[in-house]
């Protein structure tokens, strides 16, 4: 009895049934529903914006940061950063206003904004 148990975990690990079987069916059906039956959340499979976006506004920009962009960085030395960010990624030179955090509704940061001007 264990001998066969034992045998057909094998052959389901080892993908060893020929195709048209009922077993491998069921093993085709079983990955399915596991890809499109799993909640997105289970895995914080979210889309991912671009890192760093600039907001092109009516007195100057806006440039929205990524929070691991600023991941343990000490507030004083987040407009240094950010003005780094900025330039390697559009090349001109920028001022960076202020740095402020984007909060969701736990209070967990979701991003920053910086006023930046040319």
């Known amino acids: 009895m264990l001998g066969a148990l034992w045998r057909s975990v094998r052959r389901f690990v080892l993908w060893d049934y020929p195709r048209a079987s009922w077993q491998y069916d069921v093993m085709v059906a079983l990955i399915l529903g596991f890809i499109f039956l799993t909640p997105r959340d289970w895995f914080r499979d979210q889309p991912r914006p671009a890192s760093i976006v600039m907001i092109e506004g009516h007195d100057g920009s806006d440039v929205w940061l990524a929070p691991e962009l600023l991941d343990g960085v000490p507030e004083p030395e987040q407009l240094a950063r950010v003005t780094a960010l900025v330039q390697g990624r559009f090349g001109k030179s920028v001022t960076v206003i ?14 920053y904004i910086a006023q930046v001007r040319p």
């Open 98 to 111: 202020k740095v402020e955090p984007i909060l969701d509704a736990e209070s967990e940061v979701r991003g």
